[in-house]
């Protein structure tokens, strides 16, 4: 397992955007990469994640308000997350993928006020 590096965590009032970023260390092919959050009292679960040939999937309620990107299919992953809203709140965990090996961030916090 590698260490990913997240940030782009915080602090945001309803209705407000941030951005995440996630890179894998070293030069090797990634399946895929994706977020998942961990909220308050619930288990973790998809926010969206990419495949190597760019194929996206997005959890419920998500789509139309985040964008998932990885520009160029580099090793950094980005999250756009648009109109921001308090069940949005939780721990943000990158994945990634590579081959049948998976990988997990330390995680970054959300925070969004009503």
């Known amino acids: 397992q590698v260490q990913l590096v997240e940030s782009g965590g915080g602090s945001v009032q309803a209705g407000d955007s941030l951005r995440l970023s996630c890179s894998h260390p070293?030069?090797?092919?990634?399946?895929?990469m994706g977020w998942y959050q961990k909220a308050p009292g619930n288990q973790r679960e998809l926010v969206a994640f990419?495949?190597?040939?760019?194929?996206?999937i997005y959890g419920i309620a998500r789509e139309g308000r985040f964008t998932i990107s990885r520009p160029n299919a580099e090793n950094t992953m980005y999250l756009q997350m648009n109109s921001l809203k308090p069940e949005d709140t939780g721990v943000y965990y990158c994945?990634?993928?590579?081959?049948?090996?998976?990988?997990w961030g330390q995680g970054t916090q959300v925070t969004v006020a009503s």
């Open positions: 994945k990634s993928s590579v081959a049948s090996q998976d990988s």
């Open positions: 990419m495949y190597s040939g760019a194929a996206v």
């Open positions: 070293g030069n090797i092919a990634i399946s895929g």
